[in-house]
């Protein structure tokens, strides 16, 4: 069975503040994908990232960063610098090899306040 | 611009008055995807299609049906509509079934309201 955790339900900061969102899974697979998306107020899932298993090295887009640690099974999402348009809900989820389909977190909800 | 869109954003039924939502895509995707969303929480996989054939998630009530007449399309028919399906659903595509880093593409979503 697969299992995504993102225990931070809310997390309120003021613009120009860092952030970061936590997400742990749990999977059997040795092969899995992992992904973020973002959900701003009008509601449509916009992907940010992708990772596989095999690839750990962190990743830097502008003002977002991820942080991938197989040690610890987490995968963390981290925005620097925030902006009031950063306000939106934040889903991690998962693809095991074995399974097709994503298995989404239970979402981080994002206020970011001018 | 290539985009899945979904028709009405915004939904009003009665309880038990059949309700049906729709999804168009103009990305070409071989599989279609149903997610139910609730308030505060995740998405939830109801259904999908890859090309014409119908993968039905084994917790999904019977109340929810769908179809897909064509590459383009595809419905999502709510049956006899109670209160706990107050949702906003969620169509998205991708160009292949579920292959280790295939993206899902979504649409805005339907938000269905049960009165």
């Known amino acids: 069975a697969q299992k995504v955790t993102q225990a931070q339900t809310e997390i309120s900061v003021v613009e120009k503040e860092d952030v970061t969102l936590d997400c742990v899974y749990e999977?059997?697979?040795?092969?899995?994908?992992l992904f973020w998306y973002k959900q701003p107020p009008s509601g449509e899932l916009v992907f940010l990232i992708r990772?596989?298993?095999?690839?750990?090295q962190n990743e830097i887009s502008g003002r977002y960063s991820w942080n991938f640690q197989k040690s610890t099974s987490s995968f963390n999402f981290t925005i620097t610098a925030s902006q009031v348009v950063d306000s939106a809900v934040y889903f991690c989820a998962l693809r095991g090899d074995a399974g097709n389909m994503l298995t989404f977190g239970g979402g981080t909800r994002l206020m970011v306040k001018p | 611009d290539a985009m899945v869109i979904q028709n009405p954003r915004y939904q009003v039924t009665q309880f038990g008055k059949p309700v049906t939502l729709s999804c168009s895509q103009t990305?070409?995707?071989?599989?279609m995807y149903w997610y139910q969303q609730k308030s505060s929480q995740a998405p939830k996989l109801l259904f999908h299609?890859?090309?014409?054939?119908?993968?039905n998630e084994a917790d999904t009530p019977d109340n929810f049906q769908s179809r897909r007449p064509n590459t383009s399309f595809c419905f999502l028919d709510i049956r006899s509509p109670g209160l706990g399906d107050a949702a906003m659903y969620l169509c998205?595509?991708?160009?292949?079934?579920?292959?280790?880093?295939?993206?899902?593409?979504f649409g805005a979503g339907s938000r269905l309201t049960v009165l």
């Open positions: 999977t059997r697979d040795t092969t899995y994908y």
């Open positions: 990305l070409n995707h071989n599989v």
């Open positions: 998205a595509t991708s160009r292949v079934r579920g292959q280790g880093l295939s993206v899902l593409t």
């Open positions: 299609y890859y090309d014409k054939d119908f993968n």
């Open positions: 990772r596989n298993s095999f690839d750990e």
